[in-house]
């Protein structure tokens, strides 16, 4: 919510021409790197949320180039410290890099709800592309709307072509029910914006057969937590 305020605000500094437009940039780009440190598909985010700034504000960087090197420098700066931090500080310490499918829970939750809802449209060889990646047989089973942990459990670590492969079958389906996307991706992160939804930490132990058993904050805690968040 914060991220999304500050993103409106920036908008309304630059169409004004005011002075708190490079404070707010700043508090624009701290917020970005924790955004990617916190969630590693953050980066997604917050790279286009800055594309997107600097898009707005094209007329107003054309009155002198040096706006618009400080911008791209605020903006952009956040990204190249957090590839910094991924990709070589890391490795350095010999950290063991997380999984990937972190960064296609996305994906993951529409591809499962397109198996759910139209289960009749995917022919053979779709699910022998998809279980390259996901196991399709459990893919109806364990789709949680709201939650895609237990689908990034399952990712399988394909080869890259076999991922390009799935990855172009996830677009045709897209094109055939673009409507099952949106709603995927809104029960997934409607709950980060939504006033009142109480978002439950839920952390999950696989079992055999993907099976996980769900432990969640104790029920009695539940007035002082909301009363906590407001």
């Not at 022998?128 to 670590?157: F, G, Q």
């Not at 079992?207 to 002082?224: D, H, K, M, S």
Request: hydrophobic residues 45%; negative net charge; aromatic residues 16%.
């Amino acid at each position: 919510l914060i991220y999304v305020l500050l993103f409106l605000e920036i908008a309304k500094d630059i169409r004004e021409e005011k002075q708190e437009l490079w404070r707010h940039l700043t508090v624009f780009g701290g917020c970005s790197l924790l955004l990617m440190l916190l969630r590693v598909n953050g980066i997604y985010l917050a790279v286009p949320s800055a594309a997107g700034v600097l898009l707005f504000g094209k007329k107003f960087w054309k009155k002198g180039r040096k706006l618009l090197l400080k911008a791209v420098f605020l903006l952009f700066l956040p990204v190249g410290i957090f590839l910094a931090y991924q990709d070589w500080l890391l490795p350095k310490l010999g950290v063991v890099p997380g999984s990937i499918a972190m960064a296609f829970s996305i994906p993951f939750q529409q591809t499962a709800r397109y198996a759910r809802d139209y289960p009749e449209e995917v022919t053979e060889e779709e699910k022998a592309i998809i279980n390259e990646v996901l196991d399709y047989d459990y893919l109806a089973t364990l789709y949680n709307p709201n939650l895609s942990d237990p689908l990034t459990y399952m990712y399988r670590d394909p080869e890259k072509e076999e991922l390009a492969a799935y990855f172009q079958l996830w677009f045709r389906q897209f094109l055939r029910h673009p409507g099952v996307y949106v709603e995927a991706t809104m029960n997934n992160v409607y709950g980060m914006f939504y006033p009142g939804v109480d978002n439950t930490i839920i952390f999950f132990d696989l079992l055999e057969e993907y099976g996980y058993n769900n432990f969640e904050q104790p029920r009695a805690l539940a007035a002082y937590r909301q009363k906590m968040a407001g």
